[in-house]
C-alpha cells in the first residue's frame, strides 16, 4: 500500500517506490551533484591573470568565459528539467555527467579564448544537469518534513561551493598551471559518473512519466508560470540569490580597499560568514519538523533585508566601519541561509506534478539573477561601500515584494497537512 498525502492547495500526490535503503549515500552523490556549478564557476578564478597571458587575450576575454558557463547553466536548467519528466532522470544525470567531463577536458585542453568560451558555454549545459535534477530526484523520492531536510543540505552544498572553489584552485594554481585545474573537474566529473551509476537508480518510472512530448513540457511550464504563489517562490529565490552574488563579487573590494584589510583576514572574514549561512541551512532543516516552511521562509526573508538595512544605515550615518559592516552582512547571510532551501522546499512542493519542470524554472531564475547581478557592484564603483549595500538591498526588497504579493506565505500554500515519512509502503 502507498500512502497518499494532500497539500494544503488541495492536490493530491502519491508516493513512489521506495528510494535505496542506503539515503545517506544517495543524498551525498546529489550533494556532490549540486556542487558542481560553484567548483566549475569559481575554482578557476585565482587563475585568471594567468589565462590571459597564456591565451593572449585581455582580461574581459577571460571573464567572457565566466558568462558563458553561468549562461550554458541556465539554458541548461530550463531544457533539462523540464525533458526530464518525459524521460526520466537517470539517463539525463549520466549523460549530462559524463558530457560535462568531456566538455571540461576541452577546457583544459583549450588552444584559444574562442575554443575555451565555446566550451564552458556548452558545459554550463552539461553541467546543469546534476544541479538541477538533484532536486527533482529527491521531489520524486521523499515527501513531509523529509523534503525541506533534504533541500537544506544541498543548500549548505551550494554555500559553501564558493567559499571552498578558489581555495582548492589557489592550491592547484600553487603547483601547476590554470589548465591543471579544468583536468581536476575533469577527474570530479568522471567520478560523479560513476557515483551516478553506482547509488542514483532511476525515481521517476515510465508509467509516471509524462508522455505528451514537447508541447505537452510548454504546457506544463507555461501552467506553472501561472500559478501566482508558484512565481512567488521562484522570484523570491532569485532575487535573494541576486544579493549573495553582489556580495560575493563586491565584498573583496569594500573590505580590502575600503577596510584595509589583508587578503588572509578577507578570507575569514569571508568564511565566518559562510558559515553564518550554512548554520541557518541546517537550523531550517531541523525547525522545518516543528514550524511552517512559510513561517521559516518569512523569518529568513525579513532578517536577511533587516541585516542589509542596517548596513545601509550605518553607511549613511557614519560612513560604515569594519565591525559593523561585518556583523550587518552576516545576518544578512544568515538570512539567505534559510531563505534557499525554505523556497527551494516550497516551490518544489508546489510544483509536484512536474517537479522537473519546477526545478529548471526556479533554479534557472537563480542563476540568471545572480548571474545579472554579479558585474553591478563593478560597474556602479567599488571606492566605497554603498553599491554594494544598495544593490544588495534593492535585490532582497524585490525578494521580500515577491513573497508578499505573490507567494503570500500567511496562506500556507505548499505546506502538507500533518507530519508524514518519506514513504508509506506496506
Not at 597571458?53 to 574581459?60: E, I, N, P
Not at 523540464?82 to 566538455?103: C, E, Q, V, Y
Not at 552582512?329 to 532551501?341: C, Q, R
Not at 525578494?399 to 500533518?418: N, V, Y
Request: charged share 10%; hydrophobic share 55%; glycine share 12%.
Amino acid at each position: 500500500m502507498v500512502a497518499a498525502q494532500t497539500t494544503t492547495e488541495g492536490s493530491t500526490t502519491t508516493s513512489p517506490a521506495a528510494p535505496p535503503k542506503r539515503v545517506a549515500a544517495l543524498i551525498a552523490v546529489l550533494g556532490s551533484l549540486t556542487a558542481v556549478a560553484p567548483l566549475a564557476t569559481d575554482m578557476y578564478v585565482p587563475g585568471f591573470p594567468e589565462m590571459g597571458s597564456s591565451l593572449h587575450v585581455s582580461d574581459s576575454a577571460v571573464q567572457l568565459s565566466m558568462t558563458a558557463f553561468l549562461a550554458g547553466a541556465v539554458l541548461g536548467q530550463i531544457l533539462i528539467g523540464p525533458l526530464s519528466d518525459g524521460l526520466g532522470r537517470r539517463k539525463l544525470l549520466i549523460s549530462g555527467t559524463a558530457a560535462f567531463a568531456a566538455l571540461t577536458f576541452v577546457c583544459a585542453v583549450a588552444p584559444t579564448i574562442q575554443v575555451l568560451v565555446g566550451a564552458r558555454f556548452l558545459e554550463g549545459v552539461a553541467g546543469s544537469a546534476g544541479t538541477v535534477l538533484a532536486r527533482v530526484v529527491i521531489t520524486d523520492w521523499f515527501r513531509g518534513a523529509d523534503i525541506p531536510r533534504y533541500f537544506s543540505m544541498l543548500s549548505l552544498v551550494l554555500g559553501i561551493g564558493p567559499v571552498v572553489a578558489p581555495v582548492i584552485g589557489g592550491a592547484i594554481l600553487s603547483v601547476s598551471t590554470w589548465r591543471a585545474v579544468f583536468f581536476v573537474l575533469t577527474a570530479v566529473g568522471v567520478l560523479l559518473v560513476l557515483a551516478v551509476l553506482a547509488k542514483v537508480p532511476e525515481s521517476l518510472p515510465p508509467a509516471r512519466r509524462n508522455a505528451g512530448g514537447l508541447g505537452s513540457t510548454f504546457r506544463t511550464m507555461g501552467g506553472l508560470l501561472g500559478r501566482r504563489t508558484f512565481v512567488g517562490h521562484v522570484l523570491t529565490l532569485g532575487f535573494s540569490t541576486a544579493a549573495l552574488f553582489t556580495y560575493i563579487s563586491g565584498s573583496s573590494f569594500v573590505f580590502e580597499n575600503i577596510y584595509d584589510v589583508s587578503a588572509t583576514q578577507y578570507s575569514l572574514i569571508f568564511a565566518v560568514n559562510a558559515l553564518g549561512m550554512l548554520l541557518a541551512g541546517g537550523a531550517f532543516g531541523v525547525l522545518a519538523r516543528r514550524l511552517r516552511m512559510n513561517t521559516l521562509l518569512s523569518l529568513g526573508v525579513s532578517t536577511a533585508a533587516a541585516g542589509v538595512v542596517g548596513q545601509v544605515a550605518l553607511i549613511a550615518a557614519v560612513g560604515g566601519s569594519l565591525a559593523g559592516t561585518w556583523c550587518c552582512l552576516f545576518v544578512t547571510l544568515a538570512g539567505i541561509g534559510m531563505v534557499f532551501p525554505a523556497s527551494m522546499s516550497l516551490g518544489q512542493t508546489l510544483a509536484r506534478h512536474a517537479p522537473g519542470t519546477g526545478s529548471a524554472l526556479l533554479g534557472g531564475t537563480q542563476f540568471l539573477l545572480g548571474a545579472l547581478a554579479s558585474p553591478l557592484v563593478g560597474l556602479f564603483g567599488t571606492s566605497s561601500a554603498t553599491p554594494m549595500a544598495v544593490i544588495m538591498l534593492g535585490a532582497l526588497a524585490c525578494a521580500a515584494l515577491s513573497l508578499t504579493l505573490l507567494a503570500r506565505p500567511w496562506h500556507g500554500h505548499g505546506e502538507f497537512r500533518g507530519t508524514a515519512p518519506s514513504v508509506a509502503a506496506a
